[in-house]
């Protein structure tokens, strides 16, 4: 039995294979009361995750952020009719002065993406940077319900820490997962589909079982010590492994 970890940052991501029993804690030093900073001696430091703003109104949301190294050039504003849209859309894109962001609702992990891009200057010369803010969607929806009675809603709070997001990989099979890492280029779809799919925020432990067809897996979710989910991992399109893609059946 394996487990699989994957070690996030800005610029690399790598993979270890440790035995089960050897754990690795991936999550950050616990925050201050206001959830934004740690001591480390006399200087506070801003961890990664981002601190939000926002104000609830009855026709539009504005929103700022504030990071470690910066904050949002200006509010930006979203109307009421296109946040409502995530309700039966999985993604909407919104602009405002020459900012844009795409807002993104995973309902697996009950959370909405705003993948945020602050531009400004001219016609001429626009420079800028991207925020990905992960949030609560049902709290977002709360604050959208209440400020429907007219009084504006404030919410300030701290992006979703998706270093903790990440939940363990437990191979309890080994058949088909020896298989993809003799495989380069099946090794780097699993591990990509991997990070990328299986950010389930309330999920502890993801264990992965042999399926009948090569390179795939059957998976069980585990919350609280308890099963809740199972599905299939499964590598479609094996006729030509170039092409082929993983996918998720439930």
């Not at 099979?173 to 298989?179: C, D, E, G």
């Amino acid at each position: 039995m394996w487990v699989f970890f994957f070690m996030m940052s800005w610029k690399n991501i790598r993979t270890a294979f440790l035995p089960a029993g050897g754990r690795r804690n991936l999550s950050h030093n616990s925050l201050t009361a206001a959830g934004a900073f740690s001591k480390k001696g006399d200087t506070a430091i801003f961890k990664e995750r981002t601190l939000v703003y926002m104000i609830f109104r009855k026709d539009y949301i504005g929103l700022r952020t504030v990071s470690r190294s910066r904050k949002s050039p200006h509010r930006f504003y979203i109307s009421r009719d296109t946040l409502e849209e995530l309700e039966h859309k999985p993604e909407v894109i919104v602009r405002d002065i020459r900012s844009f962001a795409v807002l993104r609702r995973d309902t697996h992990t009950g959370t909405i993406e705003i993948e945020a891009t602050w531009l400004s200057g001219d016609e001429d010369h626009l420079s800028g940077y991207q925020d990905i803010i992960p949030l609560p969607y049902q709290k977002i929806k709360g604050c959208l319900c209440a400020s429907q009675q007219g009084e504006p809603v404030v919410l300030k709070m701290l992006s979703m820490d998706i270093h903790r997001e990440q939940p363990r990989f437990v191979f309890k099979s080994r058949r088909n997962l020896h298989a993809v890492l003799e495989n380069a280029a099946i090794r780097r779809k699993l591990i990509r589909f991997l990070r990328d799919q299986f950010r389930w925020p309330h999920a502890e432990q993801i264990e992965f079982y042999d399926d009948f067809m090569p390179y795939s897996f059957i998976f069980k979710e585990i919350r609280e010590n308890k099963p809740v989910m199972t599905g299939g991992l499964i590598l479609h399109g094996q006729e030509d492994l170039k092409k082929a893609y993983y996918s998720i059946h439930t």
